[in-house]
């Protein structure tokens, strides 16, 4: 497996390797708890969620085997307006259905949008390809009402929005102070 300083961002050296089983202090969790385990962890980050929508984030292409998980857990269902089944963790807590979803700039290759196979949910009309380019790069983007609403990024100390539309008044001043907040960081 790849250790230190291997993986890291600008590393560009051959990689540094040594055998798992003197990285790893103990066994491997059984099929059942890993999958059981990857469930929680995903659920925690992005639940509510499809069986399908756990499925791509962890890469796995038979969804059987997270079905049978999702069955033998605790778990909170709801279901969506197509008629899908939506798991949650029992106590994660959930937003009431009138609160507005903040503007905010979401970084390049972010979970929140990639963690779902109906991308829909957060691209909503977006074509795929205004975000991810043939090469798979994932750019930043802006998120207005929990939805994609154009991209951005970080020139010179700088951010520059990149919105697909005109932007309500509301949602250009919540941007401004999470760009001024995202160049303070970076300077």
Excluded: C
Excluded at 87 to 95: F, G, H, I, K, S
């Amino acid at each position: 497996m790849h250790v230190p300083p291997s993986g890291t961002w600008g590393y560009h050296k051959e990689g540094v390797y040594a055998a798992a089983d003197a990285v790893i202090a103990s066994d491997p969790p059984d099929a059942d708890s890993a999958r059981e385990h990857l469930v929680r962890r995903y659920l925690a980050a992005f639940g509510p969620a499809t069986e399908r929508d756990l499925g791509q984030w962890a890469g796995v292409q038979r969804v059987g085997p997270i079905r049978e998980t999702l069955a033998t857990m605790k778990l909170r269902t709801f279901v969506d307006e197509q008629g899908k089944t939506l798991y949650d963790l029992p106590r994660a807590p959930l937003p009431d259905a009138g609160t507005p979803a903040p503007a905010r700039l979401v970084p390049r290759y972010d979970n929140l949008v990639l963690a779902h196979a109906d991308r829909t949910r957060i691209l909503g009309d977006v074509a795929v390809s205004r975000i991810v380019t043939k090469n798979a790069v994932v750019h930043a983007t802006i998120l207005v009402d929990g939805f994609v609403a154009g991209t951005w990024q970080l020139e010179k100390g700088r951010v520059k929005l990149e919105p697909f539309a005109t932007l309500a008044r509301e949602a250009r001043a919540a941007l401004k102070d999470e760009a001024e907040r995202i160049e303070t960081f970076a300077a």
